[in-house]
């Protein structure tokens, strides 16, 4: 075979490979990733629309299932939400109920239980704080409700009406009249028991609070921590 029959035999092969050795391999695949990269996009456009061209439609609810609140009708009035003023709801006895409210202040019927010795705190008639463990004892049943700000509570007897109150000695007491002396911070402990510390005594470093021992009988406050059990108090409903 000639040369000249050899070179047009290879010639394709070599204009190939001339132009494969001009251009580099990384720019090829670059070309050949846009050139799929556009035919993607350009079967998607075809199938799925933009959002411009797509009529939006409003959906409008029949009047007659669903009524219009901004007229400026009234729920209540109109009967479309339900009252609480039913006289069911709003009357309340002293034997029924767990929660009232009373010009803007939660009451709660609690007993409060000691952790030391599993008495109830009761305030009796004579003043004196003893502990009973007789659950549901007359004189066991308090009247718990926040004063003034958030955490600091009044507790008052419910049979007795007198308010558990702290001298300036650390001695637990009930008085018929609620005074500073009347206030305690009730806290949530970590172990899930409430303390009752005073308001008016003790400082930032030594709380005075309310406390039971074993027997059953209240502790001075001077002598007492929050981690002693005998501060540690669960509110039980009556």
């Known amino acids: 075979m000639s040369s000249k029959a050899l070179l ?24 050949m990733d846009r050139s799929v990269s556009a035919n993607i996009a350009d079967v998607a456009v075809g199938n799925f629309p933009m959002t411009a061209d797509i009529t939006r439609t409003r959906r409008s609810l029949p009047s007659d299932d669903v009524p219009d609140f901004g007229s400026g009708e009234d729920p209540l009035l109109t009967g479309l939400a339900p009252s609480h003023d039913s006289s069911e709801d709003s009357e309340v006895t002293r034997d029924n109920r ?45 009247e718990m409700a926040p004063v003034h700000f958030r955490g600091v509570m009044r507790i008052k007897g419910y049979a007795t009406g007198l308010h558990l109150c702290m001298d300036a000695r650390g001695r637990l007491y009930g008085s018929s009249v609620f005074t500073e002396e009347c206030k305690f911070r009730e806290t949530l402990e970590e172990n899930l028991y409430n303390t009752y510390y005073s308001v008016l005594y003790g400082t930032r470093r030594k709380r005075w609070y309310v406390a039971l021992n074993k027997q059953g009988r209240p502790r001075n406050a001077l002598r007492t921590k929050r981690k002693h059990l005998s501060t540690h108090f669960l509110p039980r409903r009556v």
Do not use: K
């Open 98 to 142: 767990w929660e009232r409210n009373i010009d803007d202040d939660i009451v709660r019927m609690r007993q409060l239980y000691c952790r030391a010795g599993g008495h109830h705190l009761q305030i009796l008639p004579d003043g004196s704080i003893r502990g009973t463990r007789h659950s549901g004892d007359q004189y066991a049943a308090l």
């Open 8 to 31: 047009f035999t290879f010639s394709p092969l070599l204009l190939v490979f001339s132009f494969c050795r001009s251009v580099p391999i990384d720019d090829v695949r670059d070309a």
